[in-house]
């Protein structure tokens, strides 16, 4: 006689079914966040990189050359009890000083007015009162620029004369300025090529190319400002200006590759 034993196993309902589900979709969507956001090995510099050796040397050149060009800044001050008679005082000796220049055959181009200024002049009372307007200084200042070298002397003396106040001082230059930097350039160029050569042949190395290059020019050294009032050449001596020469100076620091 055969005996047979039945399990009942419950069926969940619907909404048992969507919560199952529901916790299913949840488990796995974790596993994936988990394996896209764990952490990773960084990679590693390369050891086997090597740093580039240099070599920094400077040089220097420099070229003299004769200036062609001079500049020259001339000036009027006048003062008077009112605005009226100082700007009169003013335009009469300005008008006077550029008429010498153009005597000398300076173009109007080469005539340039720098400063045109007007401002009171106080009177201050011994007994410490109140400074009051006394009257007013009208200033007016022209840059002139000379392209022949031999009238410079002429020029001061003609400025003078018909009424300058002020000159500021000359200042001589070339026209061709750039070719001079240039040249000088190249010869500081030649002088930190030869000093690396030198220094990597006694390393025992040698030069494979150039990492960098500076440069610095020179400035032209400019004359100090004096006051001209007063002042005035002998009678039949004429005032002597020398042009001289100028030099023009280029350092370059270069750093050098070397292997």
Known sequence: MSSSISVSIPIPGARVRWVATGLMAGLIAAAITGSVFAPRPSLATDPTGTAEHTLSVSGTGRVVISPDLADLRLGVTAEATTVQAARAANAKAMTAVIASLKHLRIADADIQTTTLSLSPVYDYPKDGGKPHISGYSLSNAVAVTIRDIDVVGDAIDGALAA???????????????????????????????AKAQTLASAAGVSITGVASINESVSPIPYPMAYDARGVAAAPGVPTPVEAGSNEVSVTVTVVYLIG
């Open 163 to 193: 009424g300058a106040t002020s000159l500021d001082g000359v200042t001589f230059r070339a026209s061709d300025q750039a070719g001079a930097e240039r040249q000088a350039r190249e010869a500081a160029m030649a002088e930190a090529k």
